[in-house]
């Protein structure tokens, strides 16, 4: 079991957008609220057939390309940060390092919390990004949607344009 957060558990799945009426709840409109990332099978799958894997800080800065808020997105990954960034790296990003924990006993607590506090419905705005088996299924056993590596690999060749969260349109130029 992961270590106990100071916060009160599950508030930041709960900050998601208000639903109607201002319930707290999410919008009924399929919005993923939530983005749980397995970092090192990230890495490691975008590493294939390249040699080499991708810097930490390459994923981080990769990921706030690809999404936008009110979409958050929490990366996580096994072991402790040395000179990784790490907390909350920008508005909708969190890096956390599961230290004595593996990401998968961390994505797992998230996941089950996620169910616990928003129900079988909401918790379909939740999303897992792995290609791990048991984490796969854990999170689809409580209603959280799961896509693999590739399909954020896709995402993050092709940024905020790839079809989660509410991507905004490029500014003009000034004049």
Do not use: C
């Amino acid at each position: 079991m992961p270590p106990r957060r100071r916060h009160q558990p599950g508030a930041a799945l709960r900050t998601a957008a208000p639903g109607p009426g201002g319930s707290g709840g999410l919008r009924d409109t399929g919005e993923v609220a939530r983005v749980l990332v397995d970092g090192r099978n990230v890495q490691h799958a975008l590493a294939r057939g390249t040699g080499s894997s991708l810097p930490t800080a390459a994923l981080v800065a990769r990921l706030r390309a690809a999404f936008s808020p009110p979409t958050e997105v929490e990366l996580i990954l096994d072991g402790h940060a040395g000179g990784s960034p790490q907390g909350r790296v920008s508005p909708g990003l969190t890096v956390v390092f599961t230290k004595g924990w593996t990401a998968d006993q961390v994505i797992g607590e998230r996941v089950s919390e996620a169910f616990r506090l928003l129900g079988p419905v909401e918790a379909w705005a939740v999303m897992v990004v792995t290609d791990d088996r048991e984490v796969r299924d854990h999170a689809r056993r409580n209603g959280v949607r799961v896509q693999s590596t590739a399909w954020l690999g896709d995402r993050l060749r092709g940024g905020a344009a790839a079809g989660v969260g509410r991507a905004r349109a490029p500014r003009g130029p000034k004049g």
